[in-house]
């Protein structure tokens, strides 16, 4: 069965300061590994997503991730964070058809 | 675009009452999905469809049930409502059958059972 780890229920930053979002994983084969994030009262909206090749995505928002194979990681970064960047963020990972997401992290960047 | 479209928004049930949420999208996609989210729990896939006249469970499907009779629309039935399924209720779509694409989700659903 596959399983999506976010270790950080809350994740505080402040504006300017660079910002990382972890996420490991637990799945038998190659994965593939997405990021989501979720505004107040609003459905998710996709941010990048990892396939295959290079080991560092770059996504919406000036949003990236890194894939490490060993370490079984997709941490979410972004080197500038912004107020508006506060939101709640989902990884999460497909196999065969389905899609399992990690029970989330709250990110707060203070100004 | 309307992309994906929820209804209703709101809605309080009685124990045992049935209700459908409805699901449509107008991208074409051949993938629909139905998550429920609680919080602590993330979002948890409840049924799934790869396209017209298929559908499969996922993680959480007791409790409901779905159809698939056209491409734009992915219904989610509630027989008998029990409190545990109170909840927020997304739909989601994505052209990719395989389910490796990015996902289109539709604004919720908030379900309260008493």
């Known amino acids: 069965a596959q399983s999506v780890a976010q270790p950080e229920d809350q994740v505080n930053v402040a504006e300017g300061n660079p910002l990382t979002v972890k996420c490991t994983y637990s799945?038998?084969?190659?994965?593939?590994l997405f990021w989501y994030v979720q505004y107040p009262n609003r459905g998710l909206q996709f941010l990048l997503k990892?396939?295959?090749?290079?080991?560092l995505v770059k996504g919406s928002y000036g949003f990236e991730a890194e894939f490490n194979k060993s370490q079984t990681s997709f941490h979410l970064k972004k080197p500038s964070a912004l107020v508006s960047d506060s939101a709640l963020y989902f990884c999460?990972?497909?196999?065969?058809?389905?899609?399992?997401f990690g029970s989330g992290t709250q990110l707060t960047v203070l100004p | 675009n309307a992309g994906v479209t929820q209804t209703p928004k709101f809605q309080v049930l009685k124990t045992g009452q049935s209700m459908t949420l409805q699901c449509a999208q107008d991208?074409?996609?051949?993938?629909m999905s139905w998550y429920r989210q609680d919080p602590g729990m993330g979002l948890r896939l409840i049924h799934y469809?790869?396209?017209?006249?298929?559908?499969d469970q996922g993680e959480v499907p007791n409790g409901y049930n779905v159809s698939r009779s056209t491409t734009e629309d992915f219904p989610l039935r509630l027989l008998s409502a029990a409190p545990s399924q109170t909840s927020v209720y997304f739909c989601?779509?994505?052209?990719?059958?395989?389910?490796?694409?990015?996902?289109?989700f539709g604004e919720g659903s908030r379900l309260t059972v008493l």
């Open positions: 989601a779509s994505s052209f990719d059958r395989a389910n490796t694409g990015e996902l289109f």
């Open positions: 799945v038998s084969g190659n994965p593939y």
């Open positions: 990892y396939i295959t090749g290079d080991n």
């Open positions: 999460a990972v497909s196999t065969a058809r389905q899609l399992t």
């Open positions: 991208m074409n996609h051949e993938y």
């Open positions: 469809s790869v396209g017209a006249g298929i559908t």
